[in-house]
């Protein structure tokens, strides 16, 4: 199953999504690109911090889903790649635009051992519900906040608007971070 969010732009792809797009209609769906984490069962273990901007939470969502099946299958098997913490810092403006909120949580709840979020907000009007609040943090995720996960073992991968994924990159770089430690997505 291929899940995606198409945030509506004049970007042709998504303006034929949002106009045109019906059940049933034909894609093409390549596959490629450098932005993912699949690690072998021998691999070392890696913690990951997941940072999300917006859309930006298409691939990251897939990485934290498949790190939670990873996590699976080691905790059935008792083989497989040894998954470390991850923890997903996500931002939008608002909750209603924090995508895909309900299969993050679910993860979270599942895995409160492995799995932690934080989701941002930084133009909130409306109350926060109750099952989102301790979730929630108004504002932008913080320089201080990633720095708090820096490690030999962890990965970062940042995908959202690039003024952010810049941000985030540089001040991990300037932290020490290694570059072959920092994956970031630009697709537009």
Same mark, same amino acid.
């Given at each position: 199953? &291929?899940? %995606?969010?198409?945030?509506?732009? $004049?970007?042709?792809?998504? !303006?034929?999504?949002? /106009?045109?797009?019906? +059940? ?61 913490? &991850?923890? %997903?810092?996500?931002?939008?403006? $608002?909750?209603?635009?924090? !995508?895909?909120?309900? /299969?993050?949580?679910? +993860? ?63 001040? %991990? ?16």
């Amino acid at each position: 199953m &291929i899940e %995606l969010a198409v945030k509506y732009t $004049n970007h042709p792809p998504a !303006l034929w999504i949002h /106009n045109q797009c019906t +059940l049933d209609s034909e894609v093409a769906v390549r596959v490629g690109g450098e932005f993912f984490f699949d690690p072998e069962p021998s691999d070392v273990s890696r913690n990951l911090v997941l940072i999300a901007g917006g859309v930006g939470i298409n691939p990251l969502l897939s990485i934290l889903r498949h790190s939670a099946d990873l996590h699976r299958e080691r905790a059935n098997k008792g083989s497989g790649y040894e998954i470390g913490t &991850i923890k %997903l810092f996500y931002s939008a403006k $608002n909750t209603s635009e924090l !995508l895909f909120k309900k /299969n993050i949580l679910d +993860l979270v709840n599942e895995f409160p051992e492995k799995i932690a979020c934080s989701l941002h907000v930084t133009k909130q009007t409306t109350q926060i519900s109750a099952e989102l609040k301790p979730y929630i943090t108004e504002g932008r995720i913080t320089e201080k906040e990633i720095r708090d996960h820096i490690s030999k073992e962890t990965l970062f991968y940042i995908c959202g608007p690039p003024p952010m994924t810049d941000f985030f990159s540089k001040q %991990l770089e300037n932290s020490h971070v290694p570059k072959e430690h920092i994956c970031f997505e630009k697709w537009w």
